[in-house]
């Protein structure tokens, strides 16, 4: 308040019918405002008393809708895309070897990478979500993308011995990846991770090498890990031990780790990521969809492993849809213990937001709405006669809304996405170069 | 043809990009047209033969979409609408004995099942379902909102041997079924299932009269069975058999029969189901949500049961949305076989069409695009700039597009849905009666 009891002069008060802050978790609020200015938020309290206390430039009612912290997407491949549902239905080998590679050896490129992930940024942000982390080849061009969409991401700076495309050797990868991010440090949307590619791909060589650097720059690793049978059985056979514990061995494991997928643990995995701090980016559509199997989603919870949410690329989901994500994760959480209060609907929200944004190691600036952090926001509308009656605005994002709810998209107090329509990409333009892609793929 | 080689007369042609007839299976048509007269397909051919052939009162042009059968929703309560996100996540025994069999004791009557199943109509035609297996009581308050509504359903008459706002003991439900049935049994789009509600609320007198009087009415048995775990426990402990056994022996085991839910099954309850030739009707949201268990749907796939797809109500799912269904399946199945393969799209398209028609012993009437045929039709737009690229139109019906994607709903010809609107109910009067049921829910 100012010394003179006069309202202060904010950017934007927005006044919805709810408020989920996700901290502290399990509240759903209803008669209050957030108050945003300068991209950040200043406030969080009764409406009554915004009225008085703050002097919006903007003020946007929203009754009837929610207003939770934008998505936060842990695991992606956003360039892939322009693979949306390529080969669905094939066996997990073959759809690699005689589908995916093959059509990443061909065409994977600056252009391809750049167009790829704005027709991502577009599908996210207009399913309310701000952040995502990325792992592909060509970051450079990703960024840009990033950078015209207004999103946050966290680019995961891929590395692995096999040459390809973008790189010869880790080496070149690590160069390369840590060229990006000199030139993007300041970037006020950009941040990074190291992501070796996956236990298969990358050598003990390149997994210490990964270790230093991360411990050096403060930065997080993001790589996948125990994502099928094969890769563990694999693992053994070359490495006489899991990858897990490889990696443990590698100096690997800790609260800077980001282990995506995670579907096959024993009793003794589980405790080596709970004990180590380890964050676990959960994949559900794409670990179903590709047949890798059913991550235990309600055992991690036991253990007090902390969980995000990726949706993987379009090329195994075929949504970048966190609310596909919370919803499935949910379901399967409670299916899969036989325990309707398995993970509900408050813990979804919190792993497609705040726990997301501290294993991004972001949990200052996003992933709840507490005053001080980034207004990075969605407002989701619960007025569609499809969603009535509504007994409970949590809940019902989780199970009864899809993201075609979402009407509103903030970053940094930015309005980025309105009705669906990304504010800061041009539509057409963008399906004319998807279908140019297509026609390319298909040829 | 008519004699003179002049065009026929006909009251619709429809021109989509694509047309997936479900039989023969696997087949997605392009350059073909729909030909409707009189509420019944006349011809299904290639689109230049189509202008020649016939004279449309009205013709449709759909680029970019796809027209495939009306979906069917093998099982659902429709009038449970009212408590759509009811006490989400709690137990299992706490939600069913603490919050919905209360409420459904303090307030089902005629007119919350009218209301209740209005709001289930306008949901479902909004998301391409043309019929549906339904299961409640006041059935004639059902069949008066189905009427409305201008969709088919078969409706199940419950039958129980406890009491409820509805009827005193088995002979009465079966007598007011039975009378419902004869007072409709013209109605062109209503059908009827006996539908003993379980195993543990149905005794052996009740379950062998209703097998006699499936076989002397011809009308298929729809029950639920087989749901949880606790179930077949306490079954066997009154019964000294599984559930599946005891049905069997009392002679309900059959082509007639509807198994709804079928989530646990040892071997030879799979061998049974199959030598049987009972049909089942998966719901897999509901298995999960409520903590049921996860439905082995590759094994039944395997052991030939013929499987369709269930909502059931929007109190355990929150959607009745077989695009949710259908994507859940297949996912299901391929995570938990651990093979890619399993159960592809065009599986789960006919699981939600021709295998939900065969069960309710209608395949003679719907379920697929073949001459004949009512003309029960959704059209789905796969324009959508979310949905872009599209390598194949029927995996991206499963696992891209959403039910918000439909445009078109036709039952027996007749538009009743286009853009979201049901043509027969007024929206804002039924939101303003579900609100009503809400407040009383509440209070």
Request: a negative charge; proline letters at 7%; hydrophobic letters at 40%.
């Amino acid at each position: 308040m100012n010394p003179e009891n006069l309202p202060a002069m904010i950017d934007l008060l927005i006044h919805p019918e709810w408020i989920i802050p996700i901290e502290p978790r399990g509240v759903t609020l209803s008669g209050h405002a957030l108050a945003v200015n300068d991209g950040v938020i200043v406030d969080l309290l009764p409406f009554d008393e915004a009225s008085k206390r703050y002097s919006p430039k903007e003020k946007i009612s929203l009754p009837g809708q929610v207003i939770l912290p934008g998505l936060i997407n842990l695991h992606t491949h956003a360039a892939l895309s322009l693979l949306r549902g390529y080969a669905d239905d094939s066996p997990l080998n073959t759809w690699l070897t005689q589908h995916i590679w093959p059509a990443e050896a061909r065409h994977a490129s600056p252009d391809f990478v750049h167009t790829g992930t704005l027709l991502a940024c577009a599908e996210m942000l207009a399913g309310g979500i701000t952040t995502f982390s990325d792992m592909y080849f060509f970051p450079a061009a990703a960024a840009k993308a990033i950078d015209q969409s207004g999103m946050r991401a966290a680019l995961g700076l891929v590395v692995m011995d096999q040459p390809t495309n973008y790189a010869t050797d880790a080496d070149d990868y690590l160069a390369k990846g840590l060229a990006l991010r000199d030139a993007q440090k300041d970037h006020p949307r950009l941040s990074f991770c190291l992501a070796p590619h996956a236990p298969y791909t990358v050598t003990d060589k390149t997994f210490e090498k990964i270790a230093t650097l991360s411990a050096q720059l403060d930065i997080p690793v993001h790589t996948h890990l125990h994502e099928t049978r094969h890769e563990i059985e694999e693992a053994i056979k070359q490495h006489g031990v899991r990858p897990l514990q490889r990696l443990d061995n590698l100096g690997l494991l800790g609260p800077q780790l980001i282990a995506v997928h995670a579907v096959h643990l024993n009793a003794a995995d589980m405790d080596r990521l709970s004990h180590t701090g380890c964050h676990v980016a959960l994949c559900p559509s794409s670990n179903l969809k590709l047949g890798s199997g059913l991550p235990p989603i309600a055992e991690l919870q036991r253990h007090n492993i902390r969980c995000g949410l990726g949706t993987d690329s379009a090329a195994s989901n075929n949504r970048l849809d966190l609310f596909q994500e919370m919803r499935l994760a949910a379901l399967l959480a409670k299916g899969m213990s036989e325990d309707a209060a398995s993970f509900p609907a408050h813990h979804a929200l919190q792993a497609a937001t705040l726990n997301a944004a501290c294993a991004l190691g972001l949990d200052h600036r996003i992933g709840s709405l507490v005053p001080g952090k980034a207004a990075d926001l969605c407002a989701v509308s619960l007025n569609d006669w499809q969603l009535q009656p509504c007994f409970d605005p949590a809940s019902h994002l989780v199970y009864a809304a899809s993201r075609e709810n979402v009407t509103h998209t903030w970053v940094a107090g930015i309005l980025q996405m309105h009705q669906g329509k990304p504010k800061n990409i041009e539509l057409p333009l963008l399906i004319k170069q998807t279908r140019i892609w297509q026609s390319r793929i298909n040829s």
